[in-house]
């Protein structure tokens, strides 16, 4: 069996979506003649854990592990609840911050380059070059963000006879935040010139998106390919359904994913309908911004908003399955149009309709079209909102909310590691 090495950050019990993608290829990349080897941090700084993720990790899985220093764990000394926004990607707007943040913004951006876990780079490749020689290991997987982790890959490259894989499961130097870190030009430069390098002398690049892939284009030569992230259990029609017509959003909703105009149409649809306004219900599930709540309060939808903040995996998995209808946000930008949720593919797979709001070009709405799984909507179309939040509302009443989508196996998990198995080879 051919042996990959996997190098990183996010691993369980580390939460959020960044540890999902890579937890699931090792799953079942022994089903197609590859045995993962996962390289990891020893005790990280993990923004958001989840220990049931755990119980996924095959019992004959190798995990390799090295201590990394934080600049995080010493930045909690100033400020514990800044550092632990920071590091989870909650920057407040630039009027909003004090002057701890704005320093904080500072150091981060200027001083730790490409991130906070570069001091990892260097200990890193000493040991992985002692286990590649011991273990001949031809074929390594470097993932990010952190794109610190392309700097091992890099190195490791330039020392050995490697195949390397780079995976981007979010662009660069064309991601939202990366602007608001406050970078000085030669902070800019540096993003840049590693940036070059990691594009330029991975044998692969995999991306998430059409759109990143497009960028990519041109910056190398280097092949790439776009392998989505997916979803990982049964499709099934026979949920028990909530009694309110819930709408819920799963994930972070930062300051910049706030979408006024979806307040705006709810907080009309509940004045002017008493039996609307009787039977609605906004689940908000995950980190919320104080701006986002401040939004919504003032469309005066307090009465309405169910906030349930960051809950394990498996029990997201229930209130996907369950609600009437999933919002899917993006912040309206360009740098958002790279980006497609990882929550996207469960969303689809828990077979419930879909309302995304996001910029004015984007690869979801060419996936929900293509999976006929919801509809996609922009910024400055509150009148269609509004007539298609009222067309799920008749058939919420009628016991008719359903979904038919089309051509979901694509999205398997299992189905994207035959691809990638293809790739690793």
């Not at 892939?213 to 910056?219: A, R, V």
């Not at 799963?250 to 609307?276: A, M, T």
Request: with cysteine; glycine share 4%.
């Amino acid at each position: 069996m051919k042996k990959v090495l996997i190098i990183t950050y996010y691993w369980p019990p580390a939460g959020g979506p960044g540890v999902q993608r890579w937890l699931k290829f090792v799953k079942y990349l022994p089903d197609f003649g590859i045995e993962p080897i996962v390289y990891c941090p020893d005790a990280p700084n993990y923004p958001l854990t989840d220990t049931s993720l755990v119980s996924e990790l095959r019992s004959d899985l190798t995990v390799l592990k090295t201590p990394i220093s934080e600049p995080y764990k010493w930045a909690h000394f100033f400020s514990k609840s800044k550092t632990s926004d920071l590091s989870k990607g909650l920057i407040s707007n630039p009027k909003k911050q004090s002057f701890l943040e704005k320093a904080l913004l500072f150091i981060r951006g200027n001083f730790f380059i490409p991130d906070a876990r570069i001091f990892w780079v260097r200990p890193s490749v000493s040991f992985l070059s002692e286990y590649i020689k011991t273990h001949q290991i031809d074929t390594i997987v470097t993932t990010g963000p952190p794109h610190s982790l392309h700097l091992i890959g890099l190195h490791l490259k330039q020392k050995h006879p490697l195949k390397w894989v780079a995976d981007f499961r979010d662009p660069w130097t064309h991601i939202g935040y990366h602007k608001k870190l406050k970078l000085r030009s030669f902070a800019q430069n540096k993003h840049k010139k590693f940036e070059a390098a990691v594009l330029q002398n991975a044998d692969e690049l995999l991306v998430t998106s059409q759109k990143t892939k497009t960028l990519f284009l041109e910056l190398t030569t280097q092949p790439i390919t776009v392998l989505t992230n997916g979803f990982d259990f049964e499709i099934t029609d026979d949920s028990s359904l909530d009694s309110k017509f819930t709408l819920s959003h799963i994930g972070s909703l930062l300051e910049g994913r706030n979408p006024s105009i979806l307040w705006k149409v709810l907080s009309d649809l509940v004045k002017e309908s008493v039996e609307f306004a009787s039977a609605f219900q906004l689940n908000l599930i995950g980190s919320l911004s104080p701006e986002v709540l401040e939004s919504i309060q003032s469309y005066g939808l307090e009465d309405y908003i169910c906030t349930i903040g960051y809950i394990p995996h498996n029990a997201v998995l229930e209130y996907q399955r369950k609600t009437q209808l999933l919002l899917l946000i993006e912040e309206d930008s360009k740098e958002t149009e790279y980006i497609i949720p990882g929550k996207l593919f469960e969303y689809m797979a828990s077979k419930r309709p879909i309302i995304a709001i996001g910029p004015k070009t984007s690869d979801i709405e060419t996936i929900l079209n293509q999976t006929r799984s919801g509809a996609y909507l922009r910024y400055d179309e509150a009148a269609a909102l509004r007539s298609l939040l009222l067309q799920h509302f008749e058939a919420y009443k009628a016991h008719q909310l359903k979904v038919d989508s089309k051509r979901l196996e694509a999205y398997s998990r299992k189905s994207l590691t035959h691809e990638l198995a293809l790739i690793l080879r």
